[in-house]
């Protein structure tokens, strides 16, 4: 994982949409299961970034990563990253998403 892949990221709109066409991503909110449960984006499993240690996907796994602003998703994908996935994007914050929420 290049750190510019980590640090330079596309708009959440363009994020969930590579997401729904890359075959067995996963869609990894890192916000808190309260703020989860207040609207997430559909298909996304909750992770929360002080949890992240107990992420059971293999290191292969795309990953798409977001939170509210970007801030802790950046944080999640540079961990992640460095515990050696390999396929890690962050895509920003809900609050720019224009899509449907849960």
Same mark, same amino acid.
């Given at each position: 994982m290049n750190l510019l892949n980590i640090l330079r990221r596309p708009s959440i709109n363009d994020g969930v949409t590579k997401y729904? !066409?890359?075959p067995g991503a996963v869609l990894l909110d890192v916000r808190t299961p309260q703020e989860y449960r207040? @609207?997430?984006v559909p298909g996304s499993v909750n992770l929360p970034l002080d949890r992240l240690k107990? *992420?059971?996907y293999k290191k292969s796994v795309p990953l798409f990563?977001?939170?509210y602003s970007g801030s802790r998703s !950046? &944080?999640?994908c540079y961990w992640l !990253?460095? &515990? @050696?996935?390999s396929e890690v994007m962050n895509i920003g914050g *809900?609050? !720019?998403y224009r899509g449907a929420v849960e």
């Amino acid at each position: 994982m290049n750190l510019l892949n980590i640090l330079r990221r596309p708009s959440i709109n363009d994020g969930v949409t590579k997401y729904q !066409s890359t075959p067995g991503a996963v869609l990894l909110d890192v916000r808190t299961p309260q703020e989860y449960r207040e @609207g997430h984006v559909p298909g996304s499993v909750n992770l929360p970034l002080d949890r992240l240690k107990t *992420i059971k996907y293999k290191k292969s796994v795309p990953l798409f990563v977001y939170c509210y602003s970007g801030s802790r998703s !950046s &944080q999640a994908c540079y961990w992640l !990253s460095r &515990q @050696g996935y390999s396929e890690v994007m962050n895509i920003g914050g *809900i609050m !720019s998403y224009r899509g449907a929420v849960e």
